[in-house]
């Protein structure tokens, strides 16, 4: 049952999910006071602060509080079942409350409000005033510049104000308290927000030196300004991007992400030699923008890099070691081996490729030469990451592609079976040949007499160690096309010249293994090998350990002949039956 004491300011009430700030003393049915907010009745004269529908509360209460209006004073009279005595929501109380009685709560509220909680524990909540724009919101190890004003709501004193001259702070460097970082980190640009604070999210803060630490909670205004981009690209502060001003459109859907062509003026600048110059499109370039296409090695790895992440009309700040900027590219003059640099870079505009829709087959194919130009390009510079991507982000989109007759069916399946091998020959040149023969393997699939694809296998094969698999491809090679046999025999000889190495290799680490009689090998008394540990007698049958110790004298333990064995090159393959026997 509710009486209203003094009626409130107009007739909207607090809905779920808003906060509600009140005093309240609950009395019995005599009228005794049993507890109260309210300093002149035992209180702290700290009111309550609870979120209907999500706070643990008295049912009685979110009943009643839904029906009040900011400033009202109501009288409640509660069941047990409805307060401390609630069988399935209970508060806790002490031992000697009368929990079990009919009480009377004197409702006073205060205020109440829309917010969004911050933390599951209802110690941060933001009160939007104003929303922002878009959908970035800053984090570590982002900048911001906000205007803020700090004041301890229990008191109405202000302890911190700019709200005039911007304030500027780092996000992961403490300059200002844990909790109003989490909630900064909630908001967009352009936001204005109320944050509230419990005391366990206000924290030491170095650029806020007067702050109520002891403070029951805290209430900040906060607009924010800018956020300042700061991206650690590679996760170990070897190549930084801060954002100098904001660019036109939305992060990241506006960025240009996929291959395009790209228009910047930059300007290089070495730090570590009191910030000189070494170049200046505007100036060194008559004025004239830098144009060139993304993904194509025309520009240091570690600024095409930043540029992508980068907004039309954003200029920038990229500061990058050597390993990102002229390590692996021309280096121009003055910048001298391993220097740290910077780039100013201002993204001009962006064009992106042509997409492929409405294109007819000879369009697209026509495309494909272009692109695939470019990485043979690449190739021959030795970029081959750079290559490879280009070659398979053809062979992504040829999946939408639709050849209208035969014609155009044997054109685009010879384009494709030439892209495969492209990408083969990159991950052999990056020393992966087993991904190499995977890429060959897809063109013999559909074609098993493909010579230029039995000639890449057989290269990745040898380099592998697959000498009788190499050797049957280039073989095969000459069974197919006569005009091969020149390339196929070149290729065998260096098969050969690697498996002879191979093999001395092997016998080395063999030598005198075979001098054993049958059985000989296996009563080696331990004085006859020198042990990296304790040996243990092996059987054919038992699984070796998983070390491969160098062998040494004339002599081999019989777990250490499986470890090599185990290795699988040609030679051991050949010589299993033998080795077998001696054991």
Known sequence: MKAIIRAGENMETPQKGNQVVFHYTTRTTDGVVVESTKSNLGGRDVPLKLILGKSKMLKGWEEGLMSMCKGEVSMLKIIPELHYGDPEWPVPVPDDFPKDQILVFEIE???????????????????????????????????????????VPREGKIFFQKDQEPFHFTFGKNEVPNGLEKAIATMTRGEIAKIFLSPPYITGASAIPDLPLEADDLEFKVELLQVIQVRDMVGDGRLIKRRLRDGKGEFPVDCPLQDSVLRIHYKGILPDDGGKVFCDTRVDNDGEPLEFGSGEGRVPEGLEMCVKLMLPG?????????????????RPDGVPDGANVQWEVELLSFEAVKDWTGMNFKQIMDDVEK?????????????????????????????????????????????????????????????????????????????????????????????????????????????????????????????????????????????????????????????????????????????????????????????????????????????????????
Request: proline share 5%; charged share 30%.
């Open 371 to 583: 692109i695939k130009g470019t990485g043979n390009r690449l190739f021959k510079e030795s970029k081959f990451d750079l290559a490879k991507a280009k070659y398979e982000k053809v062979l992504r989109e040829f999946n939408h592609v639709n050849p209208q007759d035969d014609e155009e069916g044997a054109i685009f399946a010879q384009t494709r079976n030439l892209l495969n091998l492209n990408v083969a020959a990159c991950h052999q040149k990056l020393g992966d040949p087993s991904k190499s023969i995977e890429w060959c393997n897809k063109v013999l699939e559909g074609n098993p007499h493909h010579v230029k694809a039995l000639y890449r296998r057989g290269v990745a094969y040898t380099a592998r160690g697959d000498f009788e698999e190499a050797h049957s491809d280039f073989e095969t090679m000459k069974r197919i096309d006569k005009s091969s046999e020149q390339d196929a025999n070149a290729a065998i000889i260096k098969l050969q010249k690697k498996k002879q190495d191979a093999e001395a290799k092997a016998r080395k680490q063999f030598k005198g293994l075979f001098d054993k009689k049958p059985g000989e090998i296996s009563s080696v008394s331990s004085t006859d090998v020198k042990p990296d540990g304790p040996e243990e007698t092996v059987h054919p049958e038992t699984k070796p350990p998983e070390d491969l110790p160098e062998v040494e004298e004339q002599t081999l333990h019989p777990g250490k002949f499986w470890r090599l064995f185990n290795s699988g090159t040609s030679f051991f393959k050949n010589i299993a039956r033998k080795g077998c026997a001696i054991l």
């Open 314 to 330: 954003e200029l920038a700040l990229v500061s990058s070691v050597s390993g990102f900027a002229y390590d692996k590219f021309p």
């Open 109 to 151: 509220l205060l205020d109440f409000r829309s917010v969004k909680v911050v933390t599951d524990d209802f110690g941060i909540l933001k009160e939007v005033i104003i929303h922002g724009q878009g959908w970035e919101t800053p984090r570590e190890p982002y900048e911001v510049k906000v205007r803020i004003t700090g004041k």
